[in-house]
């Protein structure tokens, strides 16, 4: 028992650096299988909370499943078992290892210890005279996974919500035996789709049914009933009358093409600048002789390397942005100020208008009205509106009962008087000019209760200024949402000079239950998200326009490992609408925001953007190259990405002095749920202190240090 002793000891060190852990208790408890099958015992996960805090592995957990293994491999050895299970509370697995001890970690040796240490724990499954067995009960996830990868038979839930390796996403490897041991049971594809796929796609699920489809578990069974099915099924499988079959593994070629794919889905996505999906498909090759020790001796070196290195701590920063900062918005009021809302208005009628009707519609199911300038609109709105609610309904999303509901919800009128009468609640979705939005506000107010809150979905223009000629200003409120709206998490709530407390509540509480991710701004030209953009896209137009060609201007950025180019994301967002949100910043801050003739040339020649893609794949469109008049400074890639990254560095800090956000930590959380920007940046200011840019420009570090670092 020599290794148990060095475990044990192993996990107390560790526990001795993570005092405040939520341990998780491991109850063996003995029954009787059925058909006379014999005595079994069963390892139960809890950490004695309900499904709201879910179980997951410290150092302390491990040694209670440790303890547990002990006495589990002495009744084994003494036949006095005939096999032994695990599973998880109500609803809840386990969700893998418990990041807040991770971040605390400062030297290898200890990040080696937290590998070694699950290891040693979960392996011991494997190493008993007797069969064991998983059941997938709940949620499981990382470490979750991979206790069960460490059992003989596997069963999962129909039920079951959600099924993942994250580690990729995080910046960390499956390490206690995920990138071993997956792939040796259902091949290197599948394997490279759960642990780099599914994860880089913004840590993708998988539900009960795909588990037992990928041949992760041998057995699916209803939730009902689960754990009384999977305990007959064991029976059965220990009596010899029921056999898994699972298929032979194809470790030839098949095996490098899998591995090939994740290297070219890891370069799409990151770019090289993220290393732990390359060191996760380095560990999944090599575990191809089916030498599972090295296979784990790789993941502990793997795990330790990636704990002590920056993009890990600056995507548990990410993720504790999302998972906690965006539930407990920064400067929000009191949120017993918020009053109730019944009946939802909506100004305009087109495509932006009528993403938010549906999003009102299917969050709050309380009555919306839409209006427009003619009935034709009006219709084309409410029509967008029922299209995607049959969508749902063909989809199995919602039932019959509920899409007859909903549409009968949403209605559209000409009349505002007629339609906003009553409503709680209005935004509106027009044309991006002040004079306009100050006309339909002036109108909306005239009709409107005079408890009614009047949003903005303005994405750059001054939200006082736009309540400035009302009789109340102080019930208007910008409420901007980003595009796809349905996709894009982030809703910045906006406080005009005059806005009160309960028009600001009201905002929060609407964007909770539209299940929004709010953050508070202040009324500064364009916000948080489109400020950076411009900056940023600005400072590359600006080296294309003295002479850096357009491939090197977009190649500079590559590193940063951005979800698409500058120049596609201009495409996206639309030249017309970049011009507009530059040339708003460039009245408010001339010497920093230039409008650039060269995109002003692409706009008014009526082009969608720098490229066309008939191989497949963007070359500038030859008639943009036509219209580009350049100079004759031509930079590096490195020459242009400081530029780039100093100018960000410069608008952040100026952000910050203003008072725009509370904190750096809600610039991060914007560009996250707003821009799509990656979890291994951890947002940008991480990167920016990492790479030394932020001291450079501002003097200083943005973060203190320990956030999103290793603590010294």
Same mark, same amino acid.
């Given at each position: ?49 309900? %499904? ?55 030297? %290898? ?102 588990? =037992? ?56 996505? &990151? ?47 990410? =993720? ?19 009053? /109730? ?74 009349? +505002? ?22 006309? &339909? ?113 977009? +190649? ?29 910043? %460039? ?90 920007? /990656? ?34």
């Amino acid at each position: 028992m020599s290794t148990t002793t060095t475990t044990a000891e192993l996990l107390k060190g560790a526990a001795e650096l993570f005092p405040d852990e939520v341990v998780t208790s491991a109850h063996v408890r003995h029954l009787d299988l059925p058909f006379g099958a014999g005595r079994f015992a069963l390892i139960t996960l809890d950490n004695g909370f309900d %499904h709201t805090k879910p179980t997951t592995f410290g150092p302390g957990s491990l040694a209670n499943l440790n303890a547990a293994l002990d006495q589990v491999e002495k009744e084994a050895a003494d036949g006095d078992i005939v096999g032994a299970g695990i599973t998880g509370k109500p609803f809840i697995f386990a969700v893998g290892a418990d990041l807040k001890g991770v971040e605390l970690l400062k030297r %290898h040796e200890d990040a080696l210890a937290i590998g070694k240490g699950g290891h040693e724990v979960f392996k011991r499954l494997s190493g008993l005279a007797v069969p064991t067995f998983a059941y997938y009960n709940g949620a499981a996830m990382g470490g979750g996974v991979e206790v069960g990868l460490h059992c003989s038979y596997r069963t999962v839930s129909k039920a079951l919500p959600a099924f993942s390796l994250p580690e990729v996403f995080l910046g960390l490897v499956p390490g206690w035996g995920g990138c071993a041991l997956l792939p040796n049971l259902i091949g290197a594809d599948k394997a490279v789709s759960v642990i780099i796929e599914n994860s880089l796609n913004q840590n993708k699920q998988l539900k009960g049914q795909q588990v =037992f489809d990928l041949g992760i578990a041998d057995a699916l069974f209803e939730g009902a009933d689960f754990l009384e099915q999977s305990l007959i099924w064991t029976a059965q499988v220990l009596k010899g009358d029921v056999t898994v079959e699972r298929p032979e593994i194809d470790r030839g070629e098949a095996w490098d093409q899998a591995v090939a794919k994740g290297r070219f889905i890891a370069d799409g996505k &990151v770019h090289g600048a993220a290393p732990a999906a390359y060191r996760a498909l380095d560990i999944i090759a090599a575990a191809k002789s089916g030498d599972l020790q090295a296979g784990f001796d790789a993941e502990d070196q793997a795990l330790a390397d990636l704990i002590m290195g920056g993009e890990l701590r600056a995507g548990i920063y990410s =993720f504790n942005l999302v998972q906690k900062r965006a539930k407990r918005p920064a400067g929000a009021p009191d949120k017993s100020l918020a009053r /109730p809302v019944t009946k939802v208005g909506v100004v305009g009628a087109g495509l932006m208008a009528s993403q938010l009707a549906l999003l009102f519609l299917r969050r709050l199911e309380v009555p919306v009205v839409l209006t427009d300038i003619d009935q034709e609109r009006i219709d084309k709105g409410v029509g967008y509106v029922h299209g995607e609610i049959d969508k749902l309904l063909g989809k199995g999303r919602i039932n019959q009962d509920k899409a007859n509901r909903l549409k009968a919800l949403v209605t559209g009128v000409l009349d +505002k008087a007629e339609g906003f009468a009553d409503a709680d609640f209005i935004i509106e979705a027009v044309f991006e000019e002040i004079g306009v939005k100050q006309q &339909v506000f002036a109108e909306v107010e005239a009709v409107a209760p005079a408890h009614a809150i009047l949003a903005t979905n303005t994405s750059s223009l001054s939200v006082s200024e736009m309540a400035s000629k009302l009789k109340h200003p102080e019930r208007v409120v910008g409420f901007h949402f980003f595009n796809p709206v349905a996709i894009l998490p982030l809703l910045e709530i906006v406080r005009g000079a005059k806005t009160d407390d309960a028009a600001l509540a009201t905002a929060f509480g609407v964007a909770k239950k539209l299940k929004k991710t709010a953050v508070l701004t202040k009324d500064a030209p364009a916000f948080v998200v489109n400020r950076i953009l411009t900056r940023f896209m600005g400072e590359i137009q600006n080296v294309i326009d003295e002479g850096t060609p357009v491939e090197v201007a977009e +190649k500079a950025i590559e590193p940063l490992g951005l979800p698409m180019s500058p120049l596609v994301l201009l495409e996206l967002v639309g030249p017309a609408i970049g011009l507009h949100v530059s040339e708003t910043l %460039h009245g408010a801050f001339p010497e920093r925001f230039k409008v650039s003739p060269n995109l002003k040339a692409v706009v008014e020649a009526g082009k969608r953007g720098f490229y066309v893609y008939d191989s497949g794949k963007p070359e500038l469109d030859p008639e943009v190259a036509a219209l580009l008049k350049q100079g004759d400074s031509v930079l590096t890639e490195a020459q242009v990405r400081d530029r780039v990254l100093d100018a960000v560095a410069q608008e952040i800090g100026l952000m910050l002095d203003e008072g725009v956000v509370a904190e750096a930590q809600d610039i991060d959380l914007c560009l996250i749920t707003g821009a799509g920007w /990656p979890f291994h940046l951890g947002g940008i200011t991480p990167y920016l202190d990492r790479e030394g840019v932020s001291e450079r420009v501002t003097g200083k570090k943005f973060l203190a240090p320990g956030v999103a670092s290793v603590p010294a």
